[in-house]
């Protein structure tokens, strides 16, 4: 069953625990006198590039929520004052109220791994490598047994001797 709860601060829109944002009906009369009203509607939600729901609401000011966030306000108590809302199974646009819950950031990000939505960024995952793990070997073979120096190793693999030296002497890709 689909349960409404007012938005505070703008009571013109409500929340339901599906995820849903409405308006409620108003009636105004316009600056020529005429009077006006509209039936409330479901808004429309927009897609954040992060893939996160969100809705503009309006009352003499405009304001963006994402709307899980909104969801969670409004059904989810939160005793221990967490300031972030987890996703339990990583889908984002599901805001279904069971589907939420209060977290710390760290909590969340840790949620994010063990459920496999976020892999490590070390080694060739990360978004500036330019090595991979065959020349990281390659490269910590040459400099251990004395066979290249780094700038003869950096020209063979087109970055500078300071990523060699740092890639050698374990302050990059200490992880193998």
């Known amino acids: 069953m689909e349960i409404w709860k007012a938005i505070i601060g703008f009571e013109r829109y409500q929340i339901s625990n599906l995820g849903r944002v ?89 949620h994010s791994f063990d459920a496999g939505l976020k892999t490590s960024s070390k080694g060739e995952n990360h978004g500036r490598s330019k090595l991979n793990e065959t020349a990281v070997r390659e490269i910590r073979y040459a400099y251990n047994n004395r066979i290249a120096t780094f700038r003869s190793l950096a020209k063979k693999f087109q970055v500078h001797p300071s990523v060699i030296s740092d890639c050698a002497k374990l302050k990059t890709w200490n992880h193998i």
């Open 22 to 110: 409405k308006s409620l009906p108003k009636t105004w009369v316009s600056g020529r006198g005429r009077i006006l009203s509209h039936d409330g509607k479901i808004l429309f939600q927009q897609k954040s590039p992060q893939g996160y729901l969100s809705v503009k609401v309006s009352d003499g000011k405009h304001k963006r929520f994402r709307t899980h966030r909104l969801v969670a306000l409004a059904f989810i108590p939160n005793p221990e004052n967490k300031p972030e809302v987890n996703h339990k199974d990583g889908n984002k646009e599901n805001n279904h109220v069971s589907n939420l819950e209060w977290a710390t950031g760290s909590e969340n990000v840790k």
